[in-house]
T-cell receptor, first 111, second 117 residues
Framework: ETGVTQSPTHLIKTRGQQVTLRCSSQSGHNTVSWYQQALGQGPQFIFQYYREEENGRGNFPPRFSGLQFPNYSSELNVNALELDDSALYLC??????????FGAGTRLSVL | DQQVKQNSPSLSVQEGRISILNCDYTNSMFDYFLWYKKYPAEGPTFLISISSIKDKNEDGRFTVFLNKSAKHLSLHIVPSQPGDSAVYFCAARDPNAGGTSYGKLTFGQGTILTVHP
């Protein structure tokens, strides 16, 4: 077990709705990265937060946004959901000089 | 553009034999390569890594080989065990892509390894 927890584990939304996914990082880790894993694909980097600031972003539109809180937990927000947003969303936390530790993910289904 | 590719979607191996998982990449700026293992309903778990300045790294039954000229790396598992059955992802770090620590990781599509008893 990595100590990274994500909630909820599963979520069903309809097209056009908004969703918020949550991640608690491992104790002592100040960096959180979010990834989207579509079925049959590897995880794709969405963005990273370091000390409450966005610090690196992948090829995702602005309707994907995030927050990091003083306790280093993080949220991923997706507005105007599209069918293609259906995926497993993974959060990974890391500290200085360490690798990334992943949570079990949130499975989002957009109908 | 698929900068990290795992061209074999699946691999089936007998227990006790060697499993070889392959990964190709196109970005010569990648400076660190990692292998992750993923079981169903769990997040990816770090397995082993290698810096671009090395050509081999070994950890118990797991060895990663890097051929920079061919932009190719492989993971060898010897001997393979049924508990090794999982999806294996190759990932690479681009230090210029922003972010801290291990920054932005680019993943391959994964290879499903099945080890038969």
């Amino acid at each position: 077990e990595t100590g990274v927890t994500q909630s909820p584990t599963h979520l069903i939304k309809t097209r056009g709705q908004q969703v918020t996914l949550r991640c608690s990082s491992q104790s002592g880790h100040n960096t959180v990265s979010w990834y989207q894993q579509a079925l049959g694909q590897g995880p794709q980097f969405i963005f990273q937060y370091y000390r409450e600031e966005e610090n690196g972003r992948g090829n995702f539109p602005p309707r994907f946004s995030g927050l990091q809180f003083p306790n280093y937990s993080s949220e991923l927000n997706v507005n105007a959901l599209e069918l293609d947003d259906s995926a497993l969303y993974l959060c990974a936390s890391s500290g200085k000089g360490e690798g990334q530790y992943f949570g079990a993910g949130t499975r989002l289904s957009v109908l | 553009d698929q900068q990290v590719k795992q061209n074999s979607p699946s691999l089936s191996v007998q227990e006790g034999r060697i499993s070889i998982l392959n990964c190709d990449y196109t970005n010569s700026m990648f400076d660190y390569f990692l292998w992750y293992k993923k079981y169903p309903a769990e997040g990816p778990t770090f397995l082993i890594s290698i810096s671009s300045i090395k050509d081999k790294n070994e950890d118990g039954r797991f060895t990663v080989f890097l051929n920079k000229s061919a932009k190719h790396l492989s993971l060898h598992i010897v001997p393979s065990q049924p508990g090794d059955s999982a999806v294996y992802f190759c990932a690479a770090r681009d230090p210029n892509a922003g972010g801290t620590s291990y920054g932005k990781l680019t993943f391959g599509q994964g290879t499903i390894l099945t080890v038969h008893p």
